[in-house]
């Protein structure tokens, strides 16, 4: 089955405790992007990656890290985790052309104490 | 940047009325447009999208949207709500290089039998 795996679905952690959120794909797709949900504020992109090894800051990039070694994985690490950081994260991909819109992942709810 | 603006947070109509969201966009290019859904607890969802061919584009589970370009538009619309219609509308635009996806903040939708 098509489809982006992101792990964990839920976490908590405490505040300056790194961790990664890993998400993988089986499509073959060449552009990997991260999310972060928030009420009354929809969805704003944290980072992009178009192909492996080229990855970019999308609106909100600060607190976080990307890597594309290989092109199935994207991981998102927070370095130092804080609690404006709380909220629901997606993981999406698409194949290189802009018009067919993304596949997403199930989601990842962090909560940072 | 491109932006997308979607009026009303939460609409609520009667099962077998007319759903009616409504998506505004901003951009100085033909855009693609996007309308994806999210059920809860889960990921998003394509329901339909807008690549420059046909202005009234059709979709998933009896949803289109039209694409007027005079009115910055692209409301997404069903005949007849379903009970099962009840979740959270995206829409979505991308940017000229297709790189990144600017999301509106979404609506609640609410079907009430």
């Known amino acids: 089955e098509a489809q982006v795996t992101q792990n964990p679905r839920y976490l908590i952690t405490v505040t300056g405790k790194k961790l990664t959120v890993t998400c993988s794909q089986n499509?073959?797709?060449?552009?990997m992007s991260w999310y972060r949900q928030d009420p009354g504020l929809g969805l704003r992109q944290i980072y992009y990656?178009?192909?492996?090894?080229?990855?970019d800051k999308g609106d909100v990039p600060e607190g976080y890290k990307v890597s594309r070694k290989e092109k199935r994985n994207f991981p998102l690490i927070l370095e130092s985790p804080s609690p404006n950081q709380t909220s629901l994260y997606f993981c999406?991909?698409?194949?290189?052309?802009?018009?067919?819109?993304?596949?997403f992942g199930s989601g990842t709810r962090l909560t940072v104490v | 940047a491109q932006s997308v603006t979607q009026l009303g947070s939460h609409v609520s109509v009667s099962e077998g009325a007319l759903v009616l969201l409504r998506c505004n966009y901003s951009?100085?290019?033909?855009?693609?447009l996007f309308w994806y859904v999210q059920y809860p607890n889960q990921g998003l969802q394509l329901l339909l999208k807008?690549?420059?061919?046909?202005?009234l584009v059709k979709g998933i589970n009896g949803f289109e949207a039209e694409f007027k370009k005079s009115e910055t538009s692209f409301h997404l619309t069903k005949p007849s709500a379903h009970m099962s219609d009840a979740a959270e509308y995206f829409c979505?635009?991308?940017?000229?290089?297709?790189?990144?996806?600017?999301f509106g903040t979404g609506t609640s939708l609410t079907v009430i039998p």
């Open positions: 951009s100085s290019v033909p855009p693609y």
């Open positions: 807008y690549t420059s061919a046909a202005t």
């Open positions: 990656s178009m192909n492996v090894e080229v990855t």
């Open positions: 499509m073959n797709h060449e552009y």
């Open positions: 999406a991909s698409s194949l290189r052309s802009r018009g067919l819109g993304y596949t």
């Open positions: 979505a635009v991308t940017e000229n290089t297709g790189n990144q996806f600017y």
